[in-house]
């Protein structure tokens, strides 16, 4: 993954979409995708080339939890490296979420550097 | 209500605040609050429930939440917008995320509903236990915002 690469937001509040862009921004990468909820985040994986996902945890019509099974499950886009995002750490939401094949997790609030750092150790995995 | 309910949502309103929006909110003395009246010109509003229940509130004084939000989306904002009324909902929300993973801790488990924002002059906040809530007032460069916090054991 380069600075060029297409990276998916999936949230359903429009503001936090904004936040995580701008934070992207910051850390150099520009070229983004934005979906409401998992059902449109799914849609947008299967019309176009995205490197990177990432998503909010708890979102109406399909939560990032259910988006990341479809992911994992699905032969074109299982190694769609994938970062969750979380308005809480819950011991048993994380264990779900790892077994489900999430790549890392973020505990909102959050920094840039946090960002930059957790994708940055996603990058390396899967180099 | 029970003082160890509080602190969690105290330092997490200040962790969301500072972090997401870069304003150190310096928090006031608490005072118990009687009615449903909002301290604030906007307010989110989430329900919690689990081994205890209740629901948390953040009321903004407009000049402030315009800095908050402003400074968390880096644009400007003029007027209480789609943009600031999501964001509340969002602020709400984090802080109860981040207030539940400290009561966690202590065993106090909690989930959360989805957050409902509320703005005009005269708005109320009413709390699933009908009150009284604990409200903690915070000061910022910016204007005036508080927590408000109604949580225990329902009384049947």
């Given at each position: 993954m380069n600075n060029d690469s297409k990276i998916l937001i999936v949230d359903d509040f429009a503001t936090m979409r904004k936040v995580i862009r701008n934070l992207l921004k910051q850390i150099g990468y520009e070229n983004i995708v934005e979906a409401e909820d998992g059902v449109m985040a799914l849609a947008e994986l299967r019309n176009q080339k995205i490197e990177f996902v990432i998503s909010d945890?708890?979102?109406?019509?399909?939560t990032g939890l259910e988006l990341l099974r479809e992911v994992r499950a699905d032969s074109n886009l299982c190694k769609t490296p994938f970062l969750m995002i979380t308005a809480e750490s819950l011991k048993e939401n994380v264990v779900e979420a790892v077994k489900a094949g999430v790549d890392n997790y973020i505990v909102k609030p959050f920094t840039a550097e946090i960002l930059n750092e957790k994708i940055g150790k996603i990058v390396a995995k899967y180099q | 209500m029970d003082v160890q309910f509080i602190n969690p949502f105290l330092e997490g309103t200040i962790n969301v605040v500072k972090t997401m929006a870069f304003v150190e909110p310096k928090p006031g003395k608490p005072f118990l609050k009687n009615g449903?009246?909002?301290?604030?010109?906007i307010s989110g509003i989430i329900g919690l429930a689990g081994s205890v229940r209740g629901s948390f509130a953040l009321s903004f004084s407009e000049s402030c939440i315009l800095r908050l939000v402003s400074n968390m989306l880096g644009e400007e904002i003029e007027c209480i917008n789609a943009d600031i009324k999501d964001a509340v909902g969002e602020i709400t929300n984090m802080v109860s995320g981040a207030a539940r993973q400290k009561l966690d801790l202590v065993g106090i488990s909690l989930t959360a509903a989805l957050p409902t924002v509320v703005t005009g002059s005269g708005h109320t906040i009413v709390h699933l236990l009908g009150g009284p809530s604990l409200v903690i007032p915070f000061e910022t460069d910016y204007g005036p915002f508080v927590a408000d916090v109604c949580i225990g054991k329902p009384q049947n």
């Open positions: 945890w708890n979102m109406p019509n399909m | 449903d009246y909002a301290k604030g010109d």
